[in-house]
């Protein structure tokens, strides 16, 4: 039987580009209605170009590492509806490419704060909304680094390792809510995050981004 999202309300934060806009509008097509919210404005402003702007795409400029910004993000959905179909998790950056010993511990501090504590901070808000869906469900987004590792980003495999026990630890927590908690694990994707990478890596190795991009290839 085809997949039908008809009218399930669904918040997906770094909704506006990458792997968030193309599930925005796999969701939209198949009748969701989509809270999302960036902190890019340039890719907002494309999204606003979108002819269900407003009509079944809604979206916010919100910092997701920012509690107080993702709380109140929350209370102008609440004004929406009272409950949530789905939440998904997907705010992450790449963080630095370098080996662990020439990283400074802001970076450190930084990718997870803002790869892990996002999670949290829309976990927390979003629980009681799906609760009374009776029937949610949580993806977050991991990444293969969050299963296998990744050489030279430490602070990234980190975070996305910590995405996964979050995954495991929730679904065995609200199960009995009926809140599904599944994680995906990405592999290397095509974008502006992914060319930062291949930059960084082939600085350090001091070889040809494009010799390092065929290794992803």
């Not at 960036?38 to 494309?46: H, L, P």
């Not at 999670?119 to 949610?136: D, E, M, R, V, W």
Request: charged fraction near 25%.
């Amino acid at each position: 039987m085809p997949l039908s999202l008809q009218n399930k309300k669904i918040i997906i934060s770094a909704g506006a580009s990458g792997i968030g806009w193309a599930t925005t509008k796999v969701c939209v097509a198949k009748g969701a209605l989509i809270y999302l919210c960036d902190i890019d404005n340039k890719a907002i402003n494309k999204v606003k170009k979108h002819p269900l702007y407003n009509k079944r795409i809604f979206v916010s400029e919100t910092d997701a590492s920012d509690e107080t910004q993702v709380i109140d993000f929350f209370n102008k959905i609440k004004k929406k509806f009272r409950n949530l179909d789905a939440l998904i998790n997907n705010v992450g950056i790449e963080g630095p490419t370098r080996p662990i010993e020439k990283l400074n511990s802001s970076e450190w501090e930084n990718t997870l704060h803002v790869n892990v504590n996002s999670h949290f901070y829309f976990t927390k808000q979003a629980i009681p909304l799906l609760k009374k869906s009776k029937n949610g469900s949580i993806i977050n987004i991991s990444s293969v680094a969050g299963i296998m590792g990744y050489p030279l980003r430490s602070p990234y495999a980190a975070s996305k390792w910590a995405v996964v026990g979050i995954t495991k630890t929730l679904a065995m927590e609200l199960g009995k809510y009926k809140i599904r908690v599944n994680a995906i694990c990405p592999g290397t994707i095509k974008g502006d995050r992914m060319k930062r990478v291949i930059r960084d890596k082939a600085k350090f190795e001091k070889v040809s981004a494009k010799t390092i991009e065929n290794d992803f290839v």
